[in-house]
Each structure stands twice: as C-alpha cells, then as structure tokens.
C-alpha cells in the first residue's frame, strides 16, 4: 500500500535564515534541491519538508501567523507522516523522485517560533531529502512514498 499525500505549497528564499516565500511551482534540480533556494547544493539537505499538520499543532499552541514557509520548509505537505518515514525512503513528488536523507534537525538559536512557545517543530518533524531525479513541483501535486 502507498502512502499518498500532496503539496500544499513550495516556498523559497535567497538567503539562509530568513522566512520562505510561497512560489506556485519550483524546478528541483538533480544532485542539487530547489533552483534559486539559499539551502540547495550537493549535500544531504537538499530539500526540507514539513508537514501542513505539524504548523496546525503549532497554532493550536498559540503561535500567531504561521503559514507555510515561516519553518523554513521548501514543501509544505498534507497527509503524510514524514517524520515516521525512515532514512533512505523515496518519495515520488511532482515529476521529482527524492531520498529522505535526515529526520529533524537542530534548531539554530534564533529561531522566533522556540523562543514565542518554548518549542518548534522543525527540530523533531520537519525532514530533508536529496533529489535523486529532477523535475518540476506544483502546489496541489501528489506525493507517493515509494519505499
């Protein structure tokens, strides 16, 4: 059985440690991430996700003013677990096949959100991956775990 979920929105910045902004489509290039994103590059964090559930936990906390791209995510996606998905799954995003290559991350020290509420959910649910085939995301495409 596949486990199946869709973009919700694809975001970019052109520095490291500013807010994301929502694009409607992006080019992910092989080897590389998100082309024109700040954190793009041949390492093992090409890609970051975060699930659309995760930003609704926080606003249940009381965190004002979350929309996609203010953790910093490149996809923002619903319906997937992506912090259950092991290390080395394939995902099968738009017209890109991608690796989930780390679970979670640390959370630099200056993150607003962990300051506001004591916590982020970057840090335990937020995933990377490396794109092993490029292509272009929509909003609105479907994300199959490939496995």
């Known amino acids: 059985m596949k486990s199946i979920g869709k973009v919700v929105a694809i975001n970019i910045s052109e520095k490291k440690g500013v807010i994301k902004t929502p694009i409607t489509e992006g080019i992910f290039k092989e080897n590389f991430g998100l082309v024109g994103d700040a954190h793009a590059g041949k390492w ?85 991956t490396k794109v092993l085939k490029g292509g272009k995301i929509k909003v609105g495409d479907v994300i199959e775990v490939l496995y």
Do not use: D, W
């Open 44 to 128: 093992h964090r090409q890609v970051s996700l975060l699930g659309i559930e995760s930003i609704e936990k926080m606003k249940k906390l009381g965190v004002k003013g979350l929309c996609s791209g203010k953790f910093a995510e490149n996809i923002t996606t619903e319906g997937i677990k992506l912090y259950e998905l092991p290390v080395g799954t394939k995902l099968k995003i738009g017209e890109t096949i991608q690796e989930v290559t780390q679970i979670g991350k640390e959370c630099h020290s200056g993150c607003a959100i962990a300051k506001e509420v004591g916590q982020c959910v970057m840090p335990k649910e937020g995933i990377f």
